[in-house]
């Protein structure tokens, strides 16, 4: 059974600063990992995809890895804004759903 | 708009009475996703639909819970008999063979 954590938990940085949120998985046979945000109340907001013949996929400020082999992504977010403030949720798609990690709550303050 | 619209946008209700969710999906989807987030949780896979068939039902989608998409379009999730542990937040999702656009979700309270 596909199981899918994310560390850390929560994360209140001052402005400015970049960061890394990392998502680890246990059964490698997927086919793409995807990055979401979330803000309170609200329904997910999709970042970022990485298929699974790939390493890494870049948006603007966002840059998630992905290392199939060792079960493993990170989401780097370069020079955190307020606007940054919100859950980030990784999830794994293996047989035809997506499996989701608990969630990183990031704050960002000025 | 032409997101996944999900309606309403808060239920709540006394124990034991049944509630109905509606989910309208990006037209051209073909794959509808249900899914349920409690406080603090990522979203747990409910059931989704290829167009009108629904392929795959979670353990977590207890007898109580039942799940339609007539005619391939806007889908309805009912919970009969809500129970204290209903109380969370669900999710719809469409896309094209996998779930892509995710709507603001409707949040059940169970008093």
């Known amino acids: 059974k596909q199981e899918v954590t994310q560390i850390p938990a929560a994360l209140s940085v001052p402005e400015g600063e970049n960061l890394v949120l990392n998502c680890s998985f246990t059964?490698?046979?997927?086919?793409?990992l995807q990055w979401f945000r979330q803000d309170p109340g609200k329904g997910l907001t999709s970042l970022l995809l990485i298929q699974s013949s790939q390493r890494e996929q870049t948006s603007g400020r966002l840059n998630a890895s992905l290392d199939k082999s060792s079960g493993r992504s990170t989401l780097y977010i370069a020079a955190s804004q307020p606007g940054d403030s919100a859950t980030y949720l990784c999830?794994?798609?293996?047989?035809?759903?997506?499996?989701f990690g608990t969630g990183t709550r990031l704050q960002v303050f000025p | 708009d032409t997101g996944v619209s999900q309606n309403p946008r808060h239920k709540i209700t006394k124990r034991g009475q049944n509630v109905t969710f509606r989910c309208d999906p990006i037209?051209?989807?073909?794959?509808l996703y249900w899914y349920r987030q409690t406080l603090g949780q990522g979203p747990e896979f409910l059931t989704y639909?290829?167009?009108?068939?629904?392929?795959?039902k979670s353990r977590l989608l207890s007898d109580r819970f039942s799940a339609e998409r007539p005619k391939g379009s806007f889908s309805t999730l009912e919970i009969q008999r809500t129970e204290q542990g209903d109380s969370a937040m669900y999710l719809c999702a469409s896309g094209i063979n996998q779930p892509q656009h995710f709507g603001d979700g409707t949040r059940l309270s169970i008093l």
């Open positions: 059964d490698s046979a997927i086919y793409n």
């Open positions: 999830a794994v798609w293996g047989t035809d759903k997506l499996i």
């Open positions: 639909f290829q167009n009108e068939a629904q392929l795959e």
């Open positions: 037209s051209e989807h073909n794959r």
